[in-house]
Each structure stands twice: as C-alpha cells, then as structure tokens.
C-alpha cells in the first residue's frame, strides 16, 4: 500500500462514485430484520437527533433534527444485544453508522462523509462520534454512555469474514492500529491506520479505522470478546478506485496480547492526540475541536522527495559519519536515537581480516586502526580507503561496525555484523536512492564469512533470515525523553508506535522490514520508512540484554547521515501470528 | 507568600523620604503594624496636634498606597505564573512593557512584540515551557528563598520583586526522525527538564496598570526531573550560543 498510486478523486467523482450506496450496503450474510417496522429517536450528546423509521430491512427514512424525512436504503446487523445498521444519505456524501445496545437504549453514532474539510483528500472517509441513547416515550434518558477506551490496547484479533477475508487486527495503540490483509493483499505487510476504540461492556468494543495514508477507506465492526464474532461495514474506494460499501460478519480468534505500560488507573475515555487542547481564555470554554478532528500521520505527504542528483550534490556538500550532528535524522545524543548508545567496542582494534559474501564478487579486506577508523579494500585493489567506523559488541565476541563508503555515488554504507567466534557474518548494504526516489535508502543482506586468524569459518552455515521475531512486541528507549514500541507484524514488515507521556502507546506508522538470526536470542533488524522518509533503522536486538544497538542512515536536503542507535528494550509481549505468513496458496479472497 | 516586616520608619520624621523607598512586608501583618503604630504616634503627640496628625495620616497613605501597589505587583506575578502554568503565552507577552526585557538562560530578549513574544510565543510554546511543578527531589530551595519579595518606588511609579520559581522548562526536539515527529503529533516530542530559582523583576506603572519591565529568570538548579519521580539528577543545559536570528528562537544579545 506504501507504493499503491491513489487517484485524487475530485468531489464530483466521488458523488457519482457514492450513487449506489442509495440503495444499502451489500452484505454476504442475511441481513437483519430486527428493525423492521419500528421507529428510534436517537438523541446524541454534542450531536443532531436521528428519527428512524424502518419500512423493510433495507429502507429506512430518517429524519435529522426535526428536518424534512428523507428515505435511504440500509443495512442491519445484530450481534448479542447490539444492532448496527448503516447507510448513506442519497445525493450526499454523508450518512449515519449507528450501534444501538438493546439492553441498555445507549447508542453511538459514527457521522460519516466524504470530501471533507479534515482530509487532505476527498476519497478519505471522515467521521465525528456521538454517544447517546433511544430516546423512550415515558422514560428518563440514561445517564451513561458508551465511551472511548483503552481496554482494547494490545490486543491482537484474527478474523475471517462472510466475504472471505481474512485480516489480522492488531491494537497497539489507544489512537491506531495495525492490519494485515492476509487474502486481499500478496504480500504479508501491515500497515497502520488511526483508529477509535469504543466501549458498550466488558466484553462488546466497537472500532474503527481509516487508512487515512492509503485509500481513505473505512472498516468498523462491533466485536464481541466472549463469542470472538464481529458485524461490520466498509466504506470507501480501494486502490482501483472502486466502491466498496458493504456490511459483514466474522469470526476470530484473539491472538495474544501487548503489556499496556499505561497507568492503571488511566481507562482511556478522554485520551487525544493532537498536542495539549486548545487552551480557553480565562472565563471562557475550550472552543471544540473541528467536525471530524482526528489523529492522523500523514508521512507519505510532508516528505519532499528528491532526486537522485539533488541527494548526491547533498552527499557531496555534507556525509556525516557519527558526528552527532543535531539535524541529521538519526543523530546521536540525548534527544534523538542514540541516547542510550553501548559504549563502543574495540574488539576489533589492530585486526585485519577479510569478509567474504556469498554472490556479492570479490572480497573486502580490512584492517582496524583504532576504535574510530579502519581502512578497507576490495580484494584485489592496491589502493586501502581510509573510513570512520564506530562498533559495538552487541553479544559475547559479536561485533557490529559501521561505516559509510565514502566518495560512493549513489551514497552507500555498510552495517556488518562479525561473529569473532565462527566466522559468520552478515552485511546490510544500503545506499541511497530507490526505483521510487533519490532519499530513500535501498538495502539488502548479504550472508557470508569472515577469514582471519584463529578463525575457521563454516563453509555452509550462514546467518540467516528468521520468523522467530514475528509477532512480537518491544519497547525501545532511545533516551528518557523518547520511546517508541516496535511490534514486529510480519516476517516482512513491522510498525512503530511512540508511548505517551503517560505511557500510553499513541501515533504509530509501519514499514517493511527484514530480520536475521545471528545467534539464539540476537538478531539484525532492519527498516526503511519506505514511501515516506525513506530513512534507515538497522539494529541488532539482543534478548538477553534487552539492549539494542545499531545504525540509522539517511538522506536529504541537508545531506546523508550514519549514526549511531542504541536502546534499552522491555519485553511486552506478543502475538501467536507466524501461522498466517509464508508462502501458501492462495484462495479467491476478495 | 510573602514576609519580612516593614522597614523600621521613625514615625515621628516629619519630612517623607526623598529618593527611593521601599515597603517590604507581610500583607495584613504589614499593615496592622502600619495602623498600630499610627494610633500609638497620634496618642502621644501634643505639640502640634494638627501638624503631626497630618503628616501621620499622608505617611499612612502613602504606606497603605504602597501597600496597595505591593499587592497588585504580588497579583501581576500571580497572574504571569498562572498564565505561564496554563500555556498562555500571548497573554503573558502583553503584561510587558514595549521596551520590555527578560533574561532567559544566558540570553537578552528586548522588546515586547520582538524578542519577548518570540522567547515566549515561540520558544517556551514550542516547549511547554512555564508549568508549576514542585521542585526536584535534593533540589529543594534553602525555605528563606522562598520568600516573595516587593519593594514599590516612593513615587509609586516602579517596583521590583523577587519571586522563587519551580517549573518545568522544555524545547524542542529538532531531530527530523520520524519519531519526533510522531511524538510532536500527540503533543510531545519535547526534552523536558526541571529548573528553580528566582525570578527578578522591575516593574513601572504604565497610566494605573503595572508592568513587566524587566524579568531575569535566576535558575540556581537544573535537574532531570519530571513529577512522580523521587530522585532527581543535575544536568548542564547549555546557554545560548547564538542569536537571533542565526537561532530562531535566540535572544537578541548574550548576556
């Protein structure tokens, strides 16, 4: 999805585009009679009040504040107590997913439209929450609500839907969360979207998501925790620009949890992201947020994407290798990545020994001079090229070592991984520039051996692409003052999310990704923030320690960087989810 | 809070002080000393009752005006702190004067629409910087610090004051990672760290309204501590080196 071209739809392709949702959502299962015949005012809080009247299962009229009735077609849903029904106003762009509590006459609203002022795109899907109730002849209104929640923040659910679907919804956050299509996509990746998470009871959520970075499609469902089914709706245009609007049932499976560091006594129901509210004069109220005001990273479109040459003249004005430079993307020191930095290693201080990669030619002879320089050469040459280096001992006699190839073009570097007990290796090479734009670094592992003294390397072991992380979620303290979480999603892709000050987990994004097995326990990740920054975490994670240590490398206007990472780690948990990845054969799907 | 006792005053001077004055006192205990003392120099005078009672009842005045003048520079600080804790930045900038000052960790920032509203409205808003929290653990002011002090002008034109401080102080992160700027989306993204001191201020009274003439932020503690901590640890935050605008946010001279 990073690399899918959405069409701008303008608003007027987006009204010819909505012209059958007149007629109700499609749905594979039967839908619902319950509502036949009956009639519902639901009285919103902050929202309009709703008159429904249900002629047949599949047209309602509705009436908002009073105003003239207009007829639209829908659809409904039951799942225990809960009805959900859905559907859009015609000739709008607008309409109303609605989740009535039977036992309890409470109510939320999902106002949904296109073509609004809070997206950057018309396709995008918009909504504003209203709780409220059914209104009752002769009954006082209830004086509670189903509210917003954290209760669902780490869980990870498996679902397949009467369609055929199969996804996996990952809550990692109180404000998104992760989904892999497991049937409508080809590869196994996440992604993210921002997300609402609603409480009806102890077992009943509702959510949401709009993939507000991609299609701007909508999906939300009511769940039920005991029975693990869901009863949702999907609203928007997919990357073919094609409608989908229909309503849905599944079954699941919880897959696991994350450990919410969150406090305890925090509950979720006031939680916003979007900086500190808007401050009110004195006397006066807080204005409310905007109509549809939601959290939402929006990477893919701030970024300024260069051009190759534009990245090389920035090369070649300004490499930074370990300076620490403030406005490097991944600079070292306290407030960026490499806060909390091993010390550096000299293990491989007066060493010389050469490093052999299976398919990559000749080899790279090298000698370390001392703890921050080395100089290297291509097998072969006669010329030595002099670079700084940083390494650290990531594990007993495992070294990581760094260093940009200087006076390369496109700008490269190499994050080798050196077992001084067997001889293995791996190297990521990266370099700027992709198919797609100049800043964004391309990379791959290379598996090989290492010769030199004392050592008599493997001849067929390698180091070697692994699973073993997959479905598994850490924190990673940069430093005091920033921590994010990586959960790893997929043998292919992960996600990061930034903890709160209260240690809630917030803003999230995603990116492929690769790992590789370097000893039981330690491991080479490695990212690119494709589609967006294009910048590069290559990190080797070690379980025992719970350190992480490593290399961020990156491009742009201000020139190329290589910096140092480091991290302290704490376990959160995970999810049972390998199962689903891998090469399979593949059903229709979608 | 406030404290200290009147300046000792003859009452029996017949002449008001030329040149500068100060009232330094605790309000309400000042003031019942002012009265008490008053009562006592009228019932013991015999010479020229009408003289002496004069000049008695415009000392008194004079000292209830001071008083009063003392305790509107108390409100204004009252007002700048709840503003700084509440992020209120525009508001604070408009309680300086046009020719305002403040000194600012090794920096001068001159001029209410220059300097002073780019130190606030720019650089303590982009780091949350002003709200009230306790003092770090082990970094507790010696309690005779701690004390508000006024001193008004006999002409009750200007005033200065000292006021302790406990606040948290922040800047941004300026890292173009993605991380930072996730955290700056959710409002955060920002090195934050603990200072107290002493705020110096001189004030004058612009028509009736006092002023914020000049306000030097006296930091003698600086600690990596956040509330809910019970230990705290001294840190070096680097003055400025630079200023504006080779830094955006800089003052306008190094002091």
């Known amino acids: 999805m990073h690399r899918f071209k959405y069409t701008k739809l303008t608003r007027e392709q987006v009204d010819a585009k909505l012209a059958p949702t ?9 839908l619902s009679d319950a509502l036949v015949g009956k009639s519902l005012k639901i009285v919103n809080d902050n929202g309009p009040t709703l008159e429904y009247s249900f002629r047949s299962k599949n047209r309602l009229t509705l009436s908002e504040d009073g105003g003239a009735s207009v007829e639209a077609g829908y659809g409904a849903l039951t799942l225990k107590q809960m009805v959900f029904f859905s559907h859009l106003i015609p000739k709008t762009q607008k309409g109303y997913n609605v989740y009535v509590d039977l036992d309890t006459n409470l109510t ?18 918009q909504r504003e929450i209203y709780f409220g109730y059914v209104d009752v002849a002769g009954q006082e209104a209830p004086e509670e609500r189903h509210h917003k929640t954290n209760r669902l923040e780490g869980t990870g659910i498996y679902w397949k839907q009467d369609t055929g679907i199969e996804t996996l919804d990952l809550f990692p956050s109180v404000a ?3 989904f892999v299509e497991l049937t409508r996509h080809a590869d196994d990746l996440s992604f993210c979207a921002p997300s609402d998470y609603i409480m009806v009871d102890d077992n009943i959520f509702i959510y949401e998501r709009t993939e507000c970075e991609f299609s701007g499609i909508m999906t939300m469902y009511v769940i039920d925790l005991f029975t693990e089914t869901q009863a949702g709706m999907r609203l928007g245009f997919n990357e073919h620009d094609e409608l989908e609007y229909y309503m849905f049932r599944g079954t699941g499976e919880v897959v696991g949890n994350l450990t919410s560091l969150a406090p305890f006594d925090e509950h979720g129901e006031n939680i916003s992201l979007g900086g500190a509210p808007k401050k009110a004069k004195p006397g006066q109220e807080p204005a409310p947020p905007p109509k549809g005001q939601r959290y939402a990273y929006r990477p893919g479109r701030t970024f300024r994407n260069m051009t190759e040459e534009e990245v090389h003249q920035a090369a070649e004005k300004s490499t930074r290798t370990f300076t620490g430079d403030a406005n490097t993307p991944q600079e070292q020191g306290g407030g960026g990545m490499g806060g909390n930095s091993l010390p550096f290693s000299d293990l491989l201080v007066g060493k010389e020994f050469t490093l052999r990669y299976d398919n990559e030619g000749p080899g790279w002879n090298y000698k370390i001079v001392d703890l921050y320089n080395l100089e290297w050469r ?5 010329q030595w090229q002099k670079e700084t280096y940083r390494a650290f001992e990531a594990d007993e006699k495992l070294v990581f070592f760094a260093h940009i190839v200087s006076g390369s073009r496109p700008r490269a570097c190499r994050r080798i991984a050196l077992d001084l007990t067997n001889g293995l290796t791996t190297c990521i090479l990266s370099q700027m520039g992709t198919e797609y734009y100049g800043n964004e670094v391309s990379y791959r592992a290379v598996f090989g051996a290492a010769e030199m003294e004392g050592i008599n390397a493997p001849r067929y072991v390698r180091h070697e692409f692994t699973d073993e992380l997959v479905g598994r979620g850490f924190t990673r303290s940069y430093s005091d003052s920033m921590t994010s979480m990586h959960l790893y999603t997929t043998l292919h892709s992960s996600s990061w999310t930034i903890y709160m000050g209260d240690q809630t987990l917030g803003a999230q994004w995603c990116a492929p990704a690769i790992y590789v097995k370097l000893r039981p326990g330690v491991y ?12 590069e975490t290559c990190i080797i994670e070690n379980e025992k320690t719970k350190r992480a240590c490593g290399f961020g490398f990156s491009g742009g206007e201000r020139g190329v960087g290589l910096n140092t990472i480091g991290a302290i780690a704490r376990d959160i948990g995970g999810y049972d989810i390998k199962r689903f990845f891998g090469p399979k054969m593949r059903g229709k799907g979608a | 809070m406030t404290t200290l006792k009147p300046k000792a005053e003859s009452v029996k001077s017949p002449k008001p002080d030329s040149g500068r004055r100060s009232f ?23 010479i020229d009752p009408d003289a002496g009672l004069k000049d008695r009842i415009d000392r008194l005045s ?12 108390r409100r204004l600080h009252q007002v700048y702190e709840s503003l700084l804790d509440r992020g209120m930045y525009e508001e604070i900038v408009d309680m300086f004067t046009d020719d305002g000052e403040v000194i600012f960790n090794g920096g001068l920032f001159s001029g209410k629409n220059g300097g002073i509203r780019r130190l606030y409205c720019e650089r303590f808003k982009s780091g949350l910087t002003g709200k009230k929290i306790g003092p770090a653990p082990g970094f507790e002011p010696d309690p005779s610090r701690q004390l508000d002090i006024v001193e008004v002008s006999t002409d009750r034109r200007t005033a200065t004051g000292q006021f302790p401080f406990s606040l948290q102080v922040g800047i941004p992160m300026t890292e173009d990672s993605s991380l930072v700027e996730m955290a700056r989306l959710q409002g955060e993204g920002i090195l934050k760290w603990w200072e107290g001191g002493v705020h110096e201020a001189s004030y004058i009274k612009v028509g009736n309204i006092w002023k914020i003439k000049r306000l030097e932020y006296g930091v003698t503690s600086k600690a990596d501590f956040k509330p809910g901590r019970v230990y705290a640890r001294q840190i070096d935050i680097p003055a400025f080196s630079k200023t504006y605008p080779a830094d955006p946010t800089g003052p306008d001279k190094l002091v």
């Open chain 1, 22 to 30: 007149a007629e109700g959502p499609e749905c594979a299962s039967e």
């Open chain 2, 24 to 46: 330094i006192w605790k309000t309400g205990a000042a003031m019942s000393a002012v009265l008490a003392s008053a009562v006592a120099g009228v019932s013991k005078s015999g």
């Open chain 1, 524 to 535: 080479i990740f490695d990212l690119v923030e494709e589609g967006c920054n294009g910048a």
């Open chain 1, 108 to 125: 939320t609203v999902f106002e949904v439209w296109f073509s609004g002022s809070q997206a950057p795109d018309e396709r995008e899907v």
């Open chain 1, 378 to 382: 291509t097998e072969g040459d006669t």
């Open chain 2, 62 to 73: 004079n000292q209830i005006a001071g008083m009063e003048d003392a305790n509107a520079i």
């Open chain 1, 176 to 178: 998104s969360s992760n």
